[in-house]
């Protein structure tokens, strides 16, 4: 059987809202869609789900997160990351979760204070040595044994036909966060500058998150994380190639390599944001993963090439899913045509924004699972 399979299915009730998006999965014993896509099996329609589908976008969120005195504590009891892991799954009919925790965790139990500054953002402490860091590449990921907590907590409740995604932050970009201290334009052009000034202690720096991020993906997957995203977030800021080279694709290639080696299967989808489209085919040839994330609005010819090699996920634009209304409609139904004759995740190109009305996210939901492939090829 082809890309084409199921009939058309009832068109898009304008309005539907919530209720539609609400219901259960179509099948839900079946396989997960996710994983069928992931192995360019045929699929009726192509999976989706949402980065950043947890969290402040939903009000049972921001009311469980006061109860729990904050962010770093909802992450890190595994009752309370599962049970926001599974807010946004109770309320669309996304077909993957993603457990609830974050990049810069790992950092933390590798030695560095972390706090999270109200309305600001994360902030570390000094970086420790890198020999300190070092010590600690193994015995992170039992400091962080809340979130395989989580994901068996998750995956006990999620029906089988709904995936659950594990991840980590890229090596580079928990690395700008741990040089500099903090988030924000000007400090991803401080630790750009870092790197190009000094590319041998970043990438050490680099290499030595690489390896606890195999410990720290390993323990995910054991628990039953299906599927493993690292989220390269600030690969924008490298296009020089051989920096992009030793930054990225090295350590993300030296991540799939370790995680083959300790016998873990599980597809890793890759998500190099924003990096050059030429600079993107090269990991998607080179690192091994076997999906690429693309960032909002890449282009359509990129993604097709790559779907000769690797399955996509992407790329709506998060402001465009914030708006709403026709303009998202039409540009929701143009990404499918354009890549759902190829495996496809739809995705954003980066997180939901947290002023993103509900409706909205519903209004995307019913429109992805109510596509069939064999639309496109009627087209
Ligand atoms: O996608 C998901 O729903 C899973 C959970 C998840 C979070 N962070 C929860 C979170 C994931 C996958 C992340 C990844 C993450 N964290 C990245 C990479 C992806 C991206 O967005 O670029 C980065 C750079 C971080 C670091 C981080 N954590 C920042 C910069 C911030 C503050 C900015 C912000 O959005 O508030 C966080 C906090 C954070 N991580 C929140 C959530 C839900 C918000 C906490 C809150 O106020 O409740």
Redesign the pocket.
Known sequence: MGWASAPRALSLAAGSGLRVAMSPPDNPGARPLLLRAINRESVERPPIWF??????CLPE?REL?AKAGG?LNLCMNPQTAAEVTLQPMRRFAYDAA???????TLPMAMGQHLW?EAGE??RFGPLPSLESLEARVESATGELACVGEAVRRVRAELEPSRALIG?A?GPW?AAT?MLVGR?GEAARAEARAMALADLGRVGHLVDIIAEASIHYLAMQAEAGAQALQI?E?WAEVLPEPEVFERLVIRPHRRIVEGLRARGVTAPVIGFP?GAQPALVERYAVTTGVQVVGLGTDAPRELGLRLQQRVAIQGALDPELLRAGGPALSARIDELLRQWSGGPYIFNLG??VL?DTPLEHLAQAVEQVTSWRNADALTA
């Open positions: 980065m950043r589908q947890a969290g402040r969120y997160r962010f993603i457990v609830f925790a974050d990049i810069l999270f953002g994360p991840f932050g970009t966060y988030g989220f977030s944001r980066h997180g947290l």
